[in-house]
């Protein structure tokens, strides 16, 4: 198939430069990550935008506000052909026992807010984009980041109170 050079789908994950030159339309970020990246830390719960097991930060370049602007998506629901010029950061960017635990990621265990440790990345993926807009978040920030992410184990009362602890006063009153 003849291909121009402009054609190659080219983006970045953790830091490394991907270059895709044969990006199939119908692959999702997930697939891609999962299967030909073999980044397995990001899940497929439900696949279709619900339950948020399958979060990752996407940062770009914003034109109009002329700055570079961090959001959480569904990698179930992105289209792969959607991320050029794009960086992707996976629960692998942030941090890892092998090197060392990002504090979204050392908080939450610590704070017993992983049972089954499914949805863990996930979660940790929203606190971490709340966290890169917003250093200082209040609990109702915190709780509003976590609308599209679903737990069935913990209750979530031990995954907010360990993300307490990143609010200017603690949470307390
Ligand atoms: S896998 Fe459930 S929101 Fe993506
Ligand atoms: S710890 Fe099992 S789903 Fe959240």
Known sequence: KLQSPGDDLVFFVNGKKITEKNAEPEKTLLT?????????GTKLGCAEGGCGACTVMVSKYHPYQNRIIHYAVNACLAPLCSLHHCAVTTVEGIGSVASKLHPVQERIAKAHGSQCGFCTPGIVMSMYALLRNNPQPSMHDIQEAFQGNLCRC???RPILE????????????
């Open 154 to 156: 913990t209750g979530y």
């Open 32 to 40: 891609y990550l999962r299967r030909n990246l073999g980044l397995t």
């Open 162 to 173: 360990g993300y307490r602890t990143f609010t200017k006063d603690g949470g307390c009153c």
